[in-house]
């Protein structure tokens, strides 16, 4: 596929398409024409984006209720897709959150459904509709990563690594899918203006504050690099620079600064 590559008429999968970024990246794809596939928990914020994606751009939506942190949520949406005959063109493997905090002092369940979310559902995803793309010798599949899976990051222990594990998984994708006409971007975002720090429940933000980016400018940074057919983009300048940076810091003092920054103490 050329850079210039037509979406108008294929299907795109968008998971977390309630709020935040999930919402831009339907919005852009919509623009191009897709048909879109929306899912997440929460029905209405979906229905009314659909509703506006129709009369907006002509485009047919169809929208599917999940909790994908479920185990068989993965299975139980190819299913339905199958059902609707929709060939997946772009998966969009975007929902996820975070879990600011103490992690021995959080109930354990919810670490582990935030990885059954982040990791294990957007692996199995990315199995089911990643074949279907190699036996058809084409798509493409975006997944939202975060800078902090670059470095360890007390306070986000489990949620930085599960965007490492994110990070890793969709470079190596891309190598691999890449020569069978798929391929596999990841995004990494930094500090946006979503629900995402409220639902991680981190209240002092200070540098991250002044790092925010709308979920416009990083969803357009991520569908662009996916139709270039990047492996992977940092979201803007700064943050590409924070990542840079990073190369030439020792991995203790990481920690040190990433935890004071997380904390709102820098
Ligand atoms: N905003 C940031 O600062 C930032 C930075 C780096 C990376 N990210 C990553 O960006 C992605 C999108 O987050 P966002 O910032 O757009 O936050 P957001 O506004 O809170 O959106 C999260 C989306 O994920 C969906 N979701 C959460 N749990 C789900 C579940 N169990 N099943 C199905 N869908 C679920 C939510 O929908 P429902 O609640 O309706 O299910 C929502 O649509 C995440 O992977 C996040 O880790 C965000």
């Given amino acids: 596929m050329s850079q210039r590559e037509s979406l108008a008429g294929k299907w795109a999968l968008v998971t977390g398409a309630s709020s935040g970024f999930g919402v ?22 979906m229905e009314q984006l659909a509703g506006r994606l129709r009369g907006e751009h002509r485009v047919r939506v169809v929208v599917e209720a999940l909790d994908l942190s479920a185990p068989e949520a993965a299975a139980a949406l190819k299913t339905r897709t199958d059902a609707h005959g929709i060939a997946v063109d772009v998966l969009v493997n975007n929902a996820g959150y975070g879990l600011y905090g103490d992690f021995v002092g959080q109930p354990l369940e919810r ?19 990643g074949a279907d793309m190699a036996r058809r010798g084409s798509g493409h599949i975006l997944l939202t990563a975060s800078i902090l899976g670059f470095q360890a990051v007390p306070g986000y222990a489990a949620y930085a690594a599960s965007k490492a594990y994110v990070l890793h998984f969709g470079e190596a994708l891309h190598a691999e899918l890449a020569p069978r006409g798929v391929t596999v971007t990841v995004l990494a975002p930094g500090a946006a203006t979503t629900s995402f720090g409220d639902v991680a429940g981190q209240t002092d933000k200070g540098t991250l504050q002044k790092l925010m980016m709308s979920p416009r400018q990083v969803a357009e940074i ?3 690099a996916m139709l270039r057919r990047r492996a992977s983009v940092v979201a803007g300048f700064r943050n590409g620079f924070i990542v840079f ?3 030439f810091i020792p991995r203790a003092l990481q920690r040190r600064i990433f935890r004071r920054v997380m904390a709102g103490e820098i």
């Fill in 222 to 224: 991520g569908i662009a």
């Fill in 24 to 45: 831009e990246f339907a919005t852009l794809l919509a623009q191009q024409g897709a048909n879109l596939i929306l899912v997440a928990r929460r029905v209405a914020p």
């Fill in 245 to 247: 940076l990073n190369r």
């Fill in 111 to 129: 670490t582990m459904n935030m990885l059954r979310l982040n990791v294990v559902t957007l692996t199995e995803l990315t199995h089911l509709y």
